[in-house]
């Protein structure tokens, strides 16, 4: 998740505090990915090195109040250049639950229908504190509503995904009478590859 | 195994549905299936609770066992606090028609009856004259969102109307267990969603449901999920506690 150009689109709506921009970003975001006051900060502080954004000088009435950033020419081509761009599955980063899958259908001693019985347990759990967070929402919660949603429908394509996992592994079983082979090296740089 | 005790706010009130180690067995020797084995479950009003799992794990049985349309081998059913297995067949249909209400993949709604009538009869069936189970079949219409619907037939409503009308046929008069084997099954995401909120509200008003489904997201509507594996429940989760929510990132 790239704090640095949710920041820099928060800037583009208005100048804010670094306070006010992490409650925004909470608010907008249906308070799913909380960030700390220091991971804004730190983000700010690397755009204002990068000519990013600004410091507004601070209101004359009241010169003790925090001084609101604002964004550079430079920030809004950065973030126009953002807008433009499709994000890549591939700098998504690994996913730890299918390279945790993958290895537990070959190691030899992991009980993989326990180990999936859990997971699917916790994803499960997972979709119903999402489910809940959706109903408590307001309709004019636009960007929360569609942030929940996108959750829940990554949560239930994993329980689909943690599905058939069972159903192959309890086949491959089935036909070998034991547990699957390692996979080839190949297919095993498959997979690793597809958990990116 | 994780299992999660989630503390609904029907709180500790009387259930309105117990299975006591309830076993459904088919057959012996050899050709014996196991459909249900030692199944426990606690429902009680307000509470809304989902069943999950592979084709042939006992989902429908266990609804069937709750609704008093099969008996188990062993173990013990109640409604009420009434044990289905000490109640004459008759009793057992009185029961059914009083307490329990179901909701089904299809409807099941009467195709020459409008929705007031399909609502009002299991009222009439019972006794009730046709002004009072009609004024009971309006009122409850209007609950779940469809009492312009009353004198329309089921071959002039969309599958979501007609599931509303059914959910409403199954928790007229006294009734307030309300089972339903996939109620979702024939609507498309949208209708299905707009059903699990009649539900929803439907046990935030104090009935009991008991709803089968595969739909994951579905299920997530209930208080707690259970999982059924072989005939067995094997697991069960819910939301977090509130004072969880939200430290730990939920995506």
Redesign the interface.
Known sequence: MSVKYALLALLSWRPSTTYQLRKDFDTWTG????LNIGQVSTTLQRLERDGLVVREAGAVDDPAAPEPWRLTDQGRAELAAWWRSPVSRATRGRDELVIKLALAAVVPGVDVA?LI??Q???T??????????R?GLDVTDLSARLVLSN??Y???AE??WL?EVEETVTRAKLQTGKAPKPASSTTADNLVRSAR | MSTHQHTSHAGQAAPILQLRRASRIHGDGPRQVRALVDADLVLRPGEFVAIMGPSGSGKSTLLHLAGGLDVPTSGQVLVDGIDLAGLTVTQRTLLRRRAIGYVFQDFNLLPALTAAENVAFPLELDGWSVRRARQAALAVLAETGVAELADRFPEDMSGGQAQRVAIARALVGPRRLLLADEPTGALDSVTGTEILQVLRDRADRGAAVLMVTHEARFAAWADRTIFLRDGRIIDETGPSDPAELLTGGAG
């Open positions: 308070q799913t990915w909380p326990a019985q859990r699917r347990a916790a499960q759990r997972t979709l119903h504190d999402l489910t809940r967070l109903r959750h829940i990554a949560a239930e329980l689909r599905d």
